[in-house]
């Protein structure tokens, strides 16, 4: 089988590295990739929002299935795309209708979802610029810290949590009124907070049946201790201690179970992957969102614990044949730790050349934002660098395996949280 890959960051050499090690693969392409991806396949320049020449290639090179990795060529109907052309319909897909993709791309359609199939989450309401003052008074009402969420996709920024009621009643002006998230702010959720410690569930579905994936923990802040500005993952731990038996138990009976049956309800064609991002509190779970794709960085720590055939089980879902599949998952720990830009989440240099790859002989490099140079350096070409993954039967030598491994790489600015998984020894 040839298969594509859409995506150039970790989770996508992740994917590739996983998939490379499949029978049933012949080739392996990946667009636009990294220089990571290119130990498992081909690079190939094709830009994600131009579906006719991904779909040309497609044809050209005897695909036989998609695998799509970032969730904004889903919300832009990449799926619906590719299943309405005659030459392409029979093409195997992991994604999901552009009406499905709404689950991740309109916060207000995820948060109707949830609330017409009884899936526990935090109180909300949505507003537009037409409804402000309703907005302002509805913030009035709540007990700080204020949660504001930009609608659509705003890459990893829409989501605003403040402890000050001006300050929220600000920020709200500053999406509503004067377009701070583009067309993303045009409609705003303000939901109730929820205080707990956070996790990440993933279930792949045909939209019937489902398996449950290997839960994650990542951390979202750049500083240490969970500090300082949002990144989009500084890093993530596999499995969580505290979802245990009876804690999953209620996962996948109020929430997993439900969802799904939402997705059949509603008759959306859903071949792929759905990220249920939660909050345990007091051991019950809460559902903060969902996204349609696998989350990075927890990618980098769940997949290398599955340890069944991962194309096998994509070719059976597009299939409608996950009722036949048990997945395999191993017991041991995996700790991923991400090398990111100095500056990052702000202004950051590209292009700094990074040393020591070679030497990483215990653990797993996963690359997000790197270049191949014609001289055979890699370069830096993003804000996260690297995804460095360690497995061990506990915890902490997962943890310092990582970081072990992780300090034989260098390239200029490079910085990483070095707590990692530490608030998670508490519950062993």
């Given amino acids: 089988m040839n298969v594509l890959l859409l995506g150039s960051g970790a989770r996508e050499h992740t994917l590739a590295w996983k998939m490379a090690q499949s029978p049933l693969l012949e080739q392996l392409f990946i667009a636009p990739g990294n220089a990571g991806t290119l130990l498992n396949g081909t690079n190939v320049d094709l ?4 579906f006719q020449s991904i779909k040309q290639f497609v044809l050209d090179m005897n695909i036989g299935l998609i695998v799509v990795g970032p969730e904004q060529p889903l919300v832009d109907g990449l799926f619906d795309f590719f299943k309405n052309d005659k030459q ?28 017409k199939y009884n899936v526990p989450t935090a109180d909300y309401n949505t507003f537009t610029e037409e409804t402000f003052e309703e907005g302002i008074r509805f913030l009035e009402h709540l007990e700080s810290p204020y949660v504001l969420k930009a609608n659509g996709l705003a890459a990893g920024k829409g989501v605003v949590i403040l402890e000050d009621i001006e300050e929220a ?34 279930v792949l579905t045909d939209g019937e049946d489902y398996v449950i994936l290997p839960e994650a923990k990542d951390y979202k802040r750049i500083g240490e201790g969970d500090t300082g500005l949002n990144t989009g993952g500084m890093g993530s731990v596999s499995p969580v201690p505290f979802a245990d ?13 439900p969802t799904i049956e939402g997705i059949k309800n509603e008759g959306f064609d859903y071949k792929g992957f759905v990220f249920i991002g939660l909050m345990n509190i007091d051991g019950e779970p809460y559902v903060i969102e969902y996204n349609v794709r696998l989350g990075d960085p927890e990618t980098e720590s769940v997949v290398p614990r599955i340890k069944s055939d991962l194309l096998e089980i994509f070719s059976q879902l597009t299939k409608q044949q996950l009722s036949e599949v048990t997945i395999e998952i191993d017991s041991d720990y995996a700790v991923s730790v991400m090398l990111v830009s100095g500056g990052y989440p702000q202004a ?28 055979g350096d890699v370069i830096t070409n993003g804000g996260r660098v690297l995804a460095v993954t360690a497995k061990a039967n506990t915890l902490p030598i997962a943890m310092e395996k990582a970081y072990e491994q992780l300090a034989n790489i260098e390239f200029q600015g490079a910085y990483f949280r070095s707590d990692l998984g530490k608030d998670l020894l508490a519950y062993k």
Avoid: P
């Fill in 47 to 50: 830009k994600l929002d131009d």
């Fill in 88 to 115: 392409t319909s029979e093409i195997g897909i992991i994604g999901m209708s552009k009406a499905a993709a709404q689950l991740e791309g309109s916060k207000d359609f995820a948060k109707a979802f949830m609330k």
């Fill in 169 to 202: 009643k600000t920020t709200l002006r500053e999406m509503l009124l004067e377009n701070k998230f583009g067309n993303a702010g045009s409609k705003v959720v303000i939901e109730e907070f929820l205080s707990g410690i956070e996790l990440s569930v993933f």
């Fill in 245 to 257: 038996e009876e804690f999953m138990n209620k996962v996948e009976q109020r929430i997993i179970i």
């Fill in 348 to 375: 950051y240099a590209k292009g700094k050349r990074i040393e020591g790859l070679q030497k990483i002989k215990e653990a797993l490099v996963f690359h997000a934002g790197t270049l191949l140079e014609d001289n």
